[in-house]
């Protein structure tokens, strides 16, 4: 592999990293605030794009308004989904909230599969398709768009968390539940709000990445589990750690289908991502043994 | 007395509810679903090994169905490929696959909750891509077909009629094995680390220990089951094991309420009656009732349909022996 070659593979690995970055950030947003794993968090993803395709180019709104609006639907949806499937099942055991959340992903993508049928889809370009020559590599000016706006949500999702009542209460809820309620958080309300936040987030990465990836009522099942992967790279700890996560997670895949050795051809992609989750579980085990014990 | 009554009632309800089984698949009575109930024998197998596993353990497996891939293809490639005699085929799929479960057993167990769901989900979608990649054994995303029926001696399982009674021994064996292990010391110690894990290991039992076997046991019946399904169709294809597969398990497990081994075939059935049959009439709908439909048995019934129309049948029981001895 040449340098150029590795730098080709770092940049898409980074792009994709930056996808399963945003959907790591919404298992660590609701997991640090609720304890609870929202396997439906990928069909906010897909949501995202489906939506923004819908707008931008069934509807023929302008790009801007469509995406936007795509995202203020799933995160409508989020809440939706938090008021009627996860308030209501209160003192739930962990798998109740496991099935529950499965559940409301099949709902939704069953709704997607009916409404969009299953073909692939590709939303406008936001800017260009014309890729930029960067040292030896090239980049696509959508994979900039995702890259950016990853680090965007980043920053800004700092910001609200550190300097505003509602992004401090979060904070709160998720270091001490009982604490922060003894202070008059309202931690229904905090459950709310993060599941809002993090369909939202979903939403964006889906609007960003589909222009590249392309995008269809299913792509929710593989892009929720690799944004699992990046969330527990990051250890559900913070925001920072899942990006992190999510960024080392694209790289790895993206350098090891570059490596391309013996019987592991680009089929077995998805199979690096699993084998990493196994791994990470596995050898940090012990803490969170010891974190599920706590909290 | 009443005691007496209560246990001539259970025998009489064990022989009818036997007889209606034999009965099913004569085409007088409701021999058009024999299909339906070899599946609902099928599905039943795996959920037990699942009640036991959730139920006794407090964990959840969202990987079921990789075991329950193993042993088809198992018994797909060495009954066809390799022409192994089927029965062997099968009993090398269930040791294979036990042991499988037993080497990755022990670093899992290590987790719990929702990352032991994620590490068995991890695992679940690992198998299903190996199915479908590993195309010069397994025949890849088309599946492989032409598999050998059972036979015993001469006798050739090759009519649905047959087979209905094959699942159904084994299915039911599985189940009465299930029992004497819950009433076994293994079960008492399996309840014990349910309650609490650190009072269990305080008294002496290795919970680790009791949660891996349960999990070997409940891989082997997965594995029994796919064998069998293989048999049946004599066609197997990755699309049997996917993700939403191991998902149908642990809902049939929990709408048959993970506290008793018979209502692994109580999940079973509705599941497999509501998935099979009624929401066949919504067409493409179905899979979002389904998914409504789970969401609504978790709210409202966590601890599932069985226990709860056991509980409202005990106390209308108690209602009527109540005004009964009232003279």
């Known amino acids: 592999?040449?340098?150029?070659?590795?730098?080709?593979?770092?940049?898409?690995?980074?792009?994709?990293?930056?996808?399963?970055?945003?959907?790591?950030?919404?298992?660590?947003?609701?997991?640090?605030?609720?304890?609870?794993?929202?396997?439906?968090?990928?069909?906010?993803?897909?949501?995202?794009?489906?939506?923004?395709?819908?707008?931008?180019?069934?509807?023929?709104?302008?790009?801007?308004?469509?995406?936007?609006?795509?995202?203020?639907?799933?995160?409508?949806?989020?809440?939706?989904?938090?008021?009627?499937?996860?308030?209501?099942?209160?003192?739930?055991?962990?798998?109740?909230?496991?099935?529950?959340?499965?559940?409301?992903?099949?709902?939704?993508?069953?709704?997607?599969?009916?409404?969009?049928?299953?073909?692939?889809?590709?939303?406008?370009?936001?800017?260009?398709?014309?890729?930029?020559?960067?040292?030896?590599?090239?980049?696509?000016?959508?994979?900039?768009?995702?890259?950016?706006?990853?680090?965007?949500?980043?920053?800004?999702?700092?910001?609200?968390?550190?300097?505003?009542?509602?992004?401090?209460?979060?904070?709160?809820?998720?270091?001490?539940?009982?604490?922060?309620?003894?202070?008059?958080?309202?931690?229904?309300?905090?459950?709310?709000?993060?599941?809002?936040?993090?369909?939202?987030?979903?939403?964006?990465?889906?609007?960003?990445?589909?222009?590249?990836?392309?995008?269809?009522?299913?792509?929710?099942?593989m892009l929720g589990l690799k944004g699992f992967v990046a969330a527990s790279i990051g250890g559900f700890k913070s925001p920072i750690a899942a990006v992190i996560g999510g960024f080392t997670l694209g790289i790895i895949e993206s350098l090891s289908v570059g490596l391309d050795w013996g019987p592991f051809t680009s089929a077995y992609k998805d199979v690096i991502a699993l084998v990493v989750l196994l791994l990470i579980l596995l050898l940090w085990s012990g803490r969170l043994a010891e974190e599920e014990r706590a909290g | 007395m009443l005691a007496m009554v209560k246990s001539h009632w259970t025998l009489l309800a064990t022989a009818a509810l036997l007889l209606f089984l034999i009965l099913i698949p004569f085409d007088w009575f409701l021999g058009q679903y024999t299909t339906l109930m070899i599946f609902i024998g099928i599905s039943a197998i795996v959920t037990v090994g699942l009640c036991l596993l959730m139920g006794y353990t407090g964990q959840v497996s969202l990987g079921q169905a990789a075991f329950y891939g193993l042993g088809a293809y198992f018994s797909a490639v060495l009954s066809k490929t390799y022409s192994v005699n089927p029965w062997l085929a099968m009993l090398i799929a269930a040791a294979a696959t036990g042991f499988f479960a037993y080497v990755i057993g022990f670093p899992i167990f290590r987790l719990r909750g929702n990352y032991l769901a994620m590490a068995t989900l991890g695992l679940g979608l690992i198998m299903w891509i190996l199915f479908r990649q590993l195309s010069q054994i397994t025949g890849g995303p088309d599946g492989m077909s032409g598999i050998p029926y059972l036979s015993i001696g001469g006798f050739v399982f090759d009519t649905s009629f047959k087979r209905y009674f094959l699942v159904w021994f084994f299915c039911l064996a599985t189940l009465f094995m299930s029992q004497n292990i819950v009433r076994s010391r293994s079960g008492r110690a399996l309840r014990a680390i349910h309650g609490s894990e650190a009072a269990a290991e305080s008294i002496g039992i290795n919970a680790t220990h009791f949660k891996v076997k349960i999990f070997v046991l409940s891989a082997v019946y997965a594995s029994l089951a796919g064998s069998l399904l293989a048999h049946h169709l004599r066609f197997v294809s990755p699309q049997s094991f996917d993700f939403l597969a191991s998902v149908r398990f642990v809902v049939m497990a929990v709408i048959g309420g993970l506290?008793?081994?018979?209502?692994?075939?109580?999940?079973?059935?509705?599941?497999?009656?509501?998935?099979?049959?009624?929401?066949?009439?919504?067409?493409?709908?179905?899979?979002?009732?389904?998914?409504?439909?789970?969401?609504?048995?978790?709210?409202?019934?966590?601890?599932?349909?069985?226990?709860?129309?056991?509980?409202?049948?005990?106390?209308?029981?108690?209602r009527y022996t109540q005004r009964e001895t009232e003279p």
């Open chain 2, 259 to 318: 506290a008793s081994v018979w209502g692994a075939i109580f999940g079973a059935g509705t599941t497999r009656i509501l998935s099979d049959e009624l929401l066949l009439g919504f067409g493409e709908w179905d899979v979002v009732i389904y998914g409504a439909i789970l969401v609504v048995v978790m709210i409202f019934m966590p601890e599932g349909l069985f226990v709860k129309l056991k509980e409202l049948l005990d106390r209308w029981r108690q």
């Open chain 1, 1 to 221: 592999m040449s340098a150029d070659q590795f730098l080709q593979y770092l940049i898409s690995g980074l792009t994709m990293g930056s996808i399963y970055a945003l959907v790591g950030l919404g298992f660590t947003i609701i997991y640090a605030v609720t304890r609870i794993i929202n396997f439906a968090q990928g069909e906010f993803v897909m949501l995202g794009g489906m939506l923004s395709f819908t707008l931008a180019v069934s509807a023929g709104l302008p790009l801007a308004p469509a995406i936007i609006l795509s995202v203020l639907i799933a995160a409508v949806i989020g809440a939706i989904m938090y008021l009627f499937a996860i308030r209501p099942a209160r003192n739930a055991s962990v798998v109740s909230l496991i099935i529950i959340t499965i559940g409301v992903a099949i709902f939704i993508r069953g709704i997607a599969g009916v409404g969009w049928g299953v073909d692939f889809v590709r939303p406008p370009y936001w800017t260009g398709s014309e890729s930029i020559r960067f040292f030896g590599a090239y980049i696509h000016p959508q994979a900039l768009w995702i890259i950016g706006t990853t680090l965007a949500v980043k920053v800004l999702l700092h910001f609200f968390l550190s300097y505003t009542m509602v992004g401090k209460a979060l904070k709160a809820c998720a270091i001490n539940p009982r604490a922060a309620g003894l202070v008059g958080i309202n931690a229904k309300t905090m459950a709310l709000i993060a599941f809002v936040l993090a369909a939202a987030i979903g939403g964006i990465g889906g609007a960003v990445m589909a222009p590249l990836t392309l995008t269809s009522y299913n792509v929710g099942v």
